[in-house]
């Protein structure tokens, strides 16, 4: 390089560090210094822990939220998935599913009408609650069965609901009271016994695909080593499936909100994780925490702090996919409630006014207005983004 070029040259990388560094304050440097280095995108990273790791799981954001989706069928339509995992695990779905679910993401040449109908009946009776409206469900539902529909069948993947034994056919007041005064309570244990049974007959099978991806919502996903209170394992699914499996499992959070002890939705660190990425433009990457200084900071997305657990305690990685201003809220599926099942809803939720303790939440005042909230597709950005997004900006010049 001659002279002048490698004069100019310096200046302007002179330069661009400069402004680089005008970016952001020197509080969120560490972090900016270490994405600099990070190549990886997040799916290639999740699917890159399972040649380490047998069971992956994914810590959900807000169930609301439908992006995330869209990571997470982007992840099992992808050849290393298809052929070396092959198995996934959800919380969103009752077991008493299971079957119902086999047949048809394994079944061949089904009309589209009838395909519809088999999601918008999944949909329709997927929960304990009196109806799941977010659209993420049938749409990871479909991606699954288009996806098997091109595949052979010792290739196909296997779709294992795995909350708790439950249908709303013959349910009554009765039994209801009778299901949230027992079984609530062991959820996550019932939970994690379903994955661990059908885990552990997955790998005493001829099948050459002995791995899962394990879909979790919140605390659901939290590793064994957090406690809460001091010295106590909580009863959570991932909790019960690391003290099984040990160092065969890792788990990873899905960038989201944390939540305050009043019930809101508020920004992790105070939005210098957020402003990290913003600062570096970066929308996609995956990373461990150990290795991290995000993973030596508070564990702040739970919102009580017995003892000062950081993120590399309660997760093995950090996938971050799409920033904030990107995330969308996704309700209502198109003929998901008709005039005939507004009334069998209506009935759900009339039940539910009867069970004590239980936060009724949305509560229609007759059939109608059901069929009105429900059978309309809405899709927005997160609430309160505007205050979110201040939290973020404060850290970037």
């Known amino acids: 390089m001659k002279p002048l070029s490698r004069c100019i040259a310096l200046l302007l990388a002179a330069v661009s560090i400069t402004l680089s560094q005008a970016r952001y304050s020197d509080e969120i440097k560490p972090y900016v210094e270490f994405l600099q280095t990070q190549r990886v995108p997040a799916k290639d990273y999740i699917l890159s822990l399972f040649e380490k790791h047998d069971i992956v799981i994914l810590c959900e954001r807000i169930h609301t939220e439908f992006t995330q989706y869209e990571l997470f069928a982007s992840i099992v339509e992808d050849k290393r998935f298809i052929d070396s995992v092959g198995n996934i695990f959800t919380e969103i779905g009752s077991v008493s599913q299971s079957s119902d679910v086999a047949h048809f993401l394994h079944t061949e040449n089904m009309s589209p009408d009838s395909a519809n109908t088999a999601i918008l009946n999944f949909q329709r009776n997927c929960s304990f609650w009196p109806l799941w409206t977010n659209k ?75 791995k899962a991806l394990v879909i979790m919502n919140y605390r659901h996903a939290f590793g064994h080593r957090w406690e809460y209170p001091v010295g106590i394992k909580p009863a959570n699914v991932g909790r019960f499936l690391f003290d099984r499996y040990g160092e065969r499992v890792a788990n990873v959070y899905v960038n989201g909100l944390a939540i305050t002890e009043s019930g ?25 925490f150990v290795t991290s200084p995000f993973g030596s900071d508070d564990f702040d997305i739970w919102p009580y702090k017995p003892r000062n657990f950081k993120y590399k305690d309660v ?46 939440g949305y509560v229609p005042t007759d059939w109608r207005s059901i069929l009105r909230d429900f059978s309309v597709e809405d899709e927005h950005s997160l609430p309160r983004l505007d205050s979110l997004s201040i939290k973020t900006l404060k850290w970037l010049r």
């Open 136 to 210: 993420n469900l049938s749409f990871f539902i479909q991606r699954l069965y288009d996806l098997n529909k091109k595949l052979p069948t010792r290739n196909k993947l296997n779709l294992y609901p795995s909350d708790v034994p439950f249908t709303w056919r013959d349910m009554d007041t009765t039994w209801l009271k009778t299901f949230w005064g027992r079984t609530e309570a062991l959820r996550d244990s019932i939970m994690a016994q379903r994955i661990i049974t059908t885990f552990d007959s997955i790998s005493q099978n001829f099948t050459t695909r002995k």
């Open 264 to 288: 809101n939705l508020a920004i992790i660190q105070e939005g210098k994780w957020d402003a990290s990425f913003e600062a570096l433009k970066i929308e996609d990457v995956g990373f461990d």
């Open 315 to 360: 997760f093995n990685g950090f996938a971050f996919y799409l920033p904030l201003k990107k995330h969308r809220i996704a309700y209502g599926v198109p003929g998901l409630v008709d005039s005939v099942f507004a009334h069998e809803v209506m009935r759900r939720y009339q039940m539910y006014q009867a069970v004590p303790n239980v936060e009724q």
